[in-house]
Antibody
Framework: QVQLQESGPGLVKPSETLSLTCAVSGYSISSDYYWGWIRQPPGKGLEWIGTIYHTGSTFYNPSLKSRVTISVDTSKNHFSLKLSSVTAADTAVYYC??????????????WGQGTLVTVSS | DIVMTQSPDSLAVSLGERATINCKSSQSVLYSSNNKNYLTWYQQKPGQPPKVLIYWASTRESGVPDRFSGSGSGTDFTLTISSLQAEDVAVYYCQQYYSTPPGYTFGQGTKLEIK
């Protein structure tokens, strides 16, 4: 069974960099699939942040692209998110997810439980 | 940017009755290469991550009850729950994939409650 678990600081100061890691178990990241980050501000809807393919190719939401970096560490079977210059608007539950191939429409079939990151001084 | 608009924003339906949620895309999500609509429906219950219900606009994910069905093509799509159960109370999202540049967007969500 594929499982994903987010980890990282729950509180980040404005203007600093948010860093999260998603540990994957039950599947080898280097085998296949896309691996993505999605966020959800409290009481609001879902926003795709970006995705990394198992080959290392990355795809980012144009509205966040200048601040986002997603990387993968296949030796640890995890992938990571960095979001720079954060503001209060970046306060959200951050989810990591496995995404299907393009032929299926790149939907997220496995999700982590999510981690709340609050941006505040 | 492709915009996904769901309607209504919230919906209250009696137990056992039909619930219908609509999703409209600002551009077609039908890919001529394989004649598939890259439109996915998710269900999100409080405190949980979203769960896939339907992909390719009308294909149920494994394990999803058959009271859930999806329809539509191109820019207009519908999620139907044929006979509402108490456990179906949730927020429902549609999501579309676009290829240029590669990525995806979600609708704003529809909150479904029991009347």
């Amino acid at each position: 069974q594929v499982q994903l678990q987010e980890s990282g600081p729950g509180l980040v100061k404005p203007s600093e960099t948010l860093s999260l890691t998603c540990a994957v178990s039950g599947y080898s990241i280097s085998s296949d699939y896309y691996w993505g980050w999605i966020r959800q501000p409290p009481g609001k809807g879902l926003e795709w942040i970006g995705t990394i393919y198992h080959t290392g190719s990355t795809f980012y939401n144009p509205s966040l692209k200048s601040r986002v970096t997603i990387s993968v560490d296949t030796s640890k079977n995890h992938f990571s998110l960095k979001l720079s210059s954060v503001t209060a608007a970046d306060t959200a539950v951050y989810y990591c997810a496995r995404e299907t191939g393009v032929v299926y429409g790149r939907f997220a079939d496995y999700w982590g439980q999510g981690t709340l990151v609050t941006v505040s001084s | 940017d492709i915009v996904m608009t769901q309607s209504p924003d919230s919906l209250a339906v009696s137990l056992g009755e039909r619930a219908t949620i609509n999703c409209k895309s600002s551009q077609s999500v039908l890919y001529s290469s394989n004649n598939k609509n890259y439109l996915t429906w998710y269900q999100q219950k409080p405190g949980q991550p979203p769960k896939v219900l339907i992909y390719w606009a009308s294909t149920r994910e494994s394990g999803v009850p058959d009271r859930f069905s999806g329809s539509g093509s191109g820019t207009d799509f519908t999620l139907t729950i044929s006979s509402l159960q108490a456990e179906d109370v949730a927020v429902y999202y549609c999501q579309q994939y676009y290829s240029t540049p590669p990525g995806y967007t979600f609708g704003q969500g529809t909150k479904l409650e029991i009347k």
